[in-house]
């Protein structure tokens, strides 16, 4: 059976291209009309949503990644080695409404069909704790594990040592107050 848009001389990727409603949770580069049509919509930026503070919007992202790290767990998904880029666009109540991704050329490699329907299943789960009174978005990049490593504190292998009350910094490396 012939495709009814190849009938009419209109194929898939002139549709994808043409749709002005996007799917909850897309591939960057799939409904462009529509992924720029949410970009005006949704002009404000987490950043300016968070009034500037860059510490504040930060610990929301990396807040809303270790949900989803979480979640994965749960649902027993596995994304440990997913490396992407993710535009997401929020609602004034902080729900999730729509995630435009791609994934980046050193991640590991997944079925990008399970990984959109782990993500539209993500948003359906969770809202975003902020609350403003315009439409946001923001775009950024994501590696699972979210965790920070912990760092060597050994003095003897160049790597950071913690401050602690008890010490000062100097030149040539950390001595005691004493």
């Given at each position: 059976m012939q495709n009814p848009g190849l009938a009419n001389g209109i194929n898939d990727l002139e549709l994808l291209e043409n749709d002005t409603t996007p799917p909850k949770v897309f591939i960057l580069g799939e409904h462009e009309k529509a992924y720029e049509q949410l970009n005006l919509n949704y002009s404000v930026m987490l950043l300016t949503a968070c009034n500037g503070d860059m510490d504040y919007a930060y610990q929301k992202w990396l807040s809303m990644l270790n949900e989803m790290e979480a979640y994965s767990t749960l649902i027993n998904y596995d994304i440990k080695g997913v490396k992407v880029w993710l535009n997401v666009f929020w609602n004034v109540d902080g729900a999730v409404k729509h995630i435009a991704y791609h994934l980046k050329q050193n991640s590991r490699n997944i079925d990008t069909a399970e990984f959109t329907a782990f993500l539209s299943s993500f948003i359906n789960h969770y809202k975003f704790p902020l609350v403003t009174d315009k439409k946001y978005s923001h775009y950024g990049s994501a590696s699972f594990p979210t965790h920070p490593r912990k760092l060597n504190t050994d003095s003897g292998s160049g790597s950071i040592i913690p401050n602690?009350?008890?010490?000062?910094?100097?030149?040539?490396?950390?001595?005691?107050k004493d």
């Open positions: 602690d009350a008890n010490q000062t910094s100097t030149n040539d490396g950390v001595r005691s």
